[in-house]
């Protein structure tokens, strides 16, 4: 295949993702493998970062990407590679960056209540809130969303899963605090937190945000300005 310009990426819309691909290789080159690196569990690790959950559909995912075994085992090392590097690069900002997204991150059990009828909603409410009958009753019986065949039960969840308004309720809650009917798209809510997991900063969480943090910066590298493009277009016409 001819070198392709990047006028024909931009083009195309795929001059970002080139550019994309290779900060990451210029990035990696370096990055050297551990003595006792297994593959095995790189490999376990990468199917469940990329939600492929049998080899039916690893052979699919392969197949779309036109990659062969090999091919497939290259990839894996690269994206491991790139981990890797944002676990290094980004380790001194990890802390604060912990502190900034730990909210975000906590995850909650949390009892729920949706209605149309904002009469009915704040009648459930007293019920509760009076202790004549138990949230989960309630919720069995008048919630009319999937909650309901779990006696209004949710999560283990992150904030990040639910929504936007809900998780700012649920973020400034107490354990077992009720709150009165809000009001959040087309349903009346009725919600109570249950219990709050706080997320601590282990290798786990600390790979995860360091990846982010590396999405972050690909981002930031890859944001072509208006004139850098004009310059592309300029570059292209003088050939």
Known sequence: MNEISKQKLLSWGLLKQVYREEIIDQNIKDIQIPSDFKMEPIV??????YGIKSNDLLQIWMKDK?????QWKKFVLRDYKWRRWCREKFDNELPSYYLKRKPLLDRVTYSLIRVKDEDLAFELFMRINEEEEEFSDLSSRYSEGPEAKSGGKI????LKQTHPVLAKILLISEECQLWPPKKIDNWWII??????INTELNEE?????TYEMGEQFLKKE??????????INKNNQLK
Do not use: C
């Open 44 to 49: 376990e690790k990468w199917l469940i970062n």
């Open 66 to 70: 036109g990659f062969n075994n090999e």
């Open 155 to 158: 999560g283990p969840v992150t």
């Open 191 to 196: 919600v109570r937190l249950d219990k709050l």
């Open 205 to 209: 969480i600390a790979l995860y945000l």
């Open 222 to 231: 890859t944001s072509f300005s208006v004139e850098e493009i004009n310059l």
